[in-house]
């Protein structure tokens, strides 16, 4: 994975990119395999995050999925109801997430060998008719049903680190704070899993 | 030209002169571990702030550190000054890891660090089958006169070290970790350190605004109440020994995780036994991250993991060997 197609996934999962590098990143998302299991990574680290706070911003929703899946202007955003900048910030990442793991199906589905115009345009059809019902609710936020317990996934490099974190806790002065360094500097997620059995 | 007969003096003298080295050797066979002593009670018990390079496999991080000790209770932050900025913040019963790449934060309990209760490990003799310990020399490292301690495993089941304890304080300025080879694997050089009277407050607050990072908590207590944990590992390398077992939820997880902690006084292997229900994915077989090993396995339709800073061996032995008690 190289560093600009992880850049490009974080900036489309923050919302960082114009409409314009959105189309572009959607189209590389139909064609490229790498970026497109980042994305499903993310959008795999989305549905862990369900259960805790989930409130994406419907409008930023609606605009995104929008000018990816079939290329209009986005609209002006309407001031959300919930009003401060600071509660749009705390739910930007994860109407993100949301967002890659819409436009992550609609991007296989147009990748997928032998895919006719039926089947793409039945998934944007889909996914519009998703974007109507929540412009239909007319609330100001909607929440995920939480996942049954059975369904939830952890993430492996959010697991991995909890395990090394409460480690820490128990090696010696030391030994934490070389634990704790390797945390800080190796992300769980680039921890490295050689596929050798044998230690020798 | 014959040797004169040694008289009663001399015989005296000689005598004298052996015991002494035997004596001396011995002190320093038995320095190093006092000094170990000494060493653990300063990077708890001390104030102090510093700049540490720690330096793996050729890649080299710079880390800032302030810790501060007040009445039993430790306060800690632990700033990456490079890459994604993370920083580990310890508030006496708290631990917050802070990952603004992942707009992350993991609040886990800190575990209980009391002076009287010491989580420190004891450097008994029950180590001497397991690691030579020796007083190699005194060199200055940072301006300070430092004392290198050398301590060497017996076996291919733990990690060797080299220490420099700067001899006014006993904090380790520089550390190296090796494996059975005597191969450098891992090590952290401070390039200052300022021992400190007392911690501003105010140097102990994180420097990230975490605004808008999802949360994710760990169990508030440090074991959940009727908690017995049942597994344990059947082989462990010689001299590891059971130390802590504790059930308690780990931060994004609702099922409890079963906690076996092995120790040998000097290294520690964390076992983590998940409930059949919960999904934790991490991937069967090794994994490492950085110096630290870890291997999964699932038994019985649980994931087990054990990490350590130990060699893969260890932990592989550790986690393939446990069963229900």
Not at chain 2, 193 to 216: H, K, M
Request: proline share 5%; charged share 25%.
């Amino acid at each position: 994975m190289t560093n600009r197609i992880q850049d490009q996934v974080s900036a489309f999962v923050d919302d960082e990119l114009s409409t314009e590098e959105c189309r572009f990143f959607v189209r590389r998302l139909a064609r490229d395999v790498e970026a497109r299991s980042q994305l499903i990574r993310y959008a795999t680290i989305g549905a862990a995050l369900r259960g805790e706070v989930f409130h994406p911003d419907p409008e930023i929703l609606r605009r995104r999925l929008q000018g990816a899946m079939d290329g209009a202007q986005p609209a002006e955003a309407v001031p959300s109801q919930l009003g401060s900048r600071a509660r749009r910030n705390v739910f930007k990442p994860l109407a993100g997430i949301a967002i890659a793991a819409s436009v992550a199906v609609v991007a296989i589905a147009l990748s997928r060998p032998g895919n006719d115009g039926g089947v793409t345009d039945s998934v944007a059809l889909q996914a519009q008719s998703q974007l109507q019902e929540l412009e239909l609710d007319g609330l100001p936020s909607y929440v995920v049903p939480p996942e049954s317990a059975e369904q939830r996934i952890v993430s492996p490099e959010l697991r991995l680190t909890n395990y090394l974190v409460r480690h820490g806790e128990y090696a010696s002065g030391i030994g934490r704070t070389v634990v704790h360094s390797n945390v800080m500097i190796h992300t769980a997620d680039d921890a490295d899993t050689p596929a050798d059995g044998d230690p020798e | 030209m014959t040797q004169a007969e040694p008289g009663p003096l001399r015989s005296i003298t000689q005598t004298l002169v052996a015991v002494a080295c035997l004596a001396a050797a011995d002190v320093s066979a038995q320095d190093a571990p006092v000094w170990l002593e000494r060493m653990n009670k300063a990077v708890e018990q001390l104030n102090y702030r510093g700049t540490f390079v720690h330096m793996h496999a050729g890649i080299a991080e710079t880390l800032h550190i302030v810790h501060g000790f007040d009445s039993g209770r430790v306060s800690e932050r632990l700033l990456s000054m490079d890459g994604a900025g993370r920083e580990i913040i310890r508030n006496g019963n708290e631990v917050k890891c802070i990952f603004p790449d992942k707009r992350m934060v993991l609040l886990e309990p800190a575990r209980e660090l009391s002076p009287l209760v010491s989580s420190l490990p004891s450097y008994s003799e029950e180590l001497e089958p397991h690691y030579e310990f020796e007083l190699i020399k005194s060199v200055r490292v940072l301006q300070r006169m430092t004392q290198v301690i050398g301590i060497t495993p017996r076996d291919r089941f733990r990690y060797g070290y080299r220490l420099w304890l700067d001899e006014a304080t006993a904090m380790p300025l520089k550390t190296q970790m090796r494996d059975e080879n005597n191969e450098l694997i891992e090590q952290i050089l401070f390039t200052d350190f300022e021992n400190l009277d007392a911690v501003p407050a105010e140097a102990l607050l994180a420097t990230i605004d975490t605004q808008g990072f999802t949360e994710f908590h760990g169990s508030k207590h440090s074991s959940l109440p009727g908690a017995e944990v049942a597994w344990r590992a059947d082989i462990v390398p010689g001299g590891f020994q059971l130390s802590a077992a504790k059930r308690s939820s780990l931060a994004g997880s609702e099922y409890p995780v079963d906690h076996l902690v092995y120790t040998d006084g000097l290294a520690t292997v964390s076992v983590f036994i998940e409930d059949p229900k919960a999904k934790a994915e991490v991937e069967d077989g090794f994994s490492t991250v950085g110096s630290i090993n870890a291997f999964s396995l699932t038994l019985d339709g649980r994931k087990v993991t054990a990490v350590g800073e130990v060699p893969r061996q260890t932990v592989q032995m550790i986690a393939s060997s446990l069963t229900k008690h």
